[in-house]
């Protein structure tokens, strides 16, 4: 058997339709289970049957409105794998993939802002709940992005795949199968750091949480960036249109831009992916009519 044949039999393994819809449901139900575990968990710690040292220092165990962070955490895993289920598609759809999950975040973020919120007329004076604002309006702004970037995004019609293309597929199938592995390996090893740190905390060694927001997604945009690069890399051995290769770059630089917003405060966090998507949108805009010059 070919290296290109073991490569597309464990591609149709890990990325077959039955696996993407299994993983589908179990996702909902650990979602469900997740988020009435969370809710048991808020009221225990409201009994005051809950170690202070740990789970009293955690907001999100503080408001039954901080349950749905849960839910929302399990989307997210859920939208990695999808993420590198349709890597191998093509660029556009990875980026797209990319933008949904940096929202899907944000939402994330708002849902646990809210056990911080400060109940007062000076509202802006607390921080929390300027932060609560910012990510409010931003994903509005996110979500508005994002729509218009499938708006712009053109479905040619399928033609027939030349031999370089297919080269060209294959090795974006191993790079996916690759990441699959890399990003398991790096979601248990962050898992386990996150646990090491809350025992350091239980038992003193540390008097800071670090922000759960950022745990595996800092490292997980940094992955992502290296990998577009390299596909970007490889992609100038099997297509020659400039327009392409300029676009998939913008597209690193609209991921570049969304990977520093995870060492930004609030305000120049949302800032940034704001940014990154605007400029992914803008990039797209002008392919597309690049691509009709080309074409005429």
């Not at 048991?40 to 009293?56: D, S």
Request: glycine share 4%; charged share 15%; proline share 2%.
């Amino acid at each position: 058997m070919s290296i290109k044949a073991r490569i597309d039999n464990w591609h149709s393994l890990l990325f077959s339709h039955r696996l993407k819809d299994l993983s589908e449901r179990a996702i909902l139900y650990m979602g469900v289970l997740g988020f009435l575990a969370h809710l048991l968990l808020i009221y225990l710690n409201r009994l005051g049957w809950l170690p202070e040292n740990v789970f009293t220092a955690q907001h999100s165990l503080s408001d039954p409105l901080a349950a749905i962070y849960t839910p929302f955490s399990f989307i997210l895993i859920y939208e990695v794998y999808l993420l590198v289920y349709y890597l191998p598609s093509s660029f556009t759809t990875s980026i797209a993939k990319q933008f949904e999950i940096i929202s899907l975040i944000e939402v994330r973020n708002i849902f646990k802002d809210i056990s911080h919120l400060e109940m007062t007329t000076d509202w802006f004076a607390h921080e929390a709940n300027l932060a609560f604002t910012v990510d409010t309006l931003g994903f509005l702004v996110l979500f508005s992005l994002i729509y218009w970037f499938h708006r712009l995004r053109v479905k040619k019609p399928k033609s027939p795949l030349v031999e370089r293309q297919l080269g060209f597929i294959t090795m974006k199938r191993l790079v996916s199968i690759i990441l699959l592995f890399v990003l398991g390996g790096l979601a248990i090893y962050s898992l386990g750091i996150w646990l090491l740190e809350m025992n350091d905390f239980r038992l003193g060694h540390v008097h800071e949480l670090s922000d759960v927001n950022k745990i595996f997604y800092n490292d997980f945009f940094t992955l992502l960036v290296l990998v577009d690069v390299f596909i970007l890399m490889m992609s100038f051995h099997y297509t020659e249109k400039y327009s392409q290769l300029i676009r998939n770059s913008g597209y690193i630089i609209s991921t570049v831009l969304i990977r520093l917003s995870f060492s930004s405060g609030a305000i120049l966090n949302m800032a940034l992916i704001i940014a990154g998507l605007f400029f992914g949108v803008i990039i797209l805009l002008i392919y597309n009519r690049v691509s009709q010059v080309e074409l005429d």
